[in-house]
């Protein structure tokens, strides 16, 4: 599992969990998760600008 978080400077501080299954965005009782295919639809559509 590979685990990144992404705090800024508020008091909000969500993480991106990768395992082998599916990937994990958010915080404590705020989180979403995707498949694979979705997390990889969603690295492009940022990495192309489209969101």
Do not use: F, Q
């Not at 501080?13 to 082998?20: E, H, L, M, Q």
């Not at 979403?32 to 639809?41: A, M, N, P, Q, R």
Request: aromatic letters at 2%; proline letters at 2%.
């Amino acid at each position: 599992m590979k685990i990144v978080t992404l705090c800024g400077e508020g008091s909000c501080c969500p993480v991106v969990k990768i395992t082998d299954e599916h990937v994990e965005i958010g915080e404590k009782g705020n989180v979403c998760v995707l498949t694979k295919s979705e997390w990889e639809i969603l690295k492009r559509k940022i990495l192309s600008k489209e969101v």
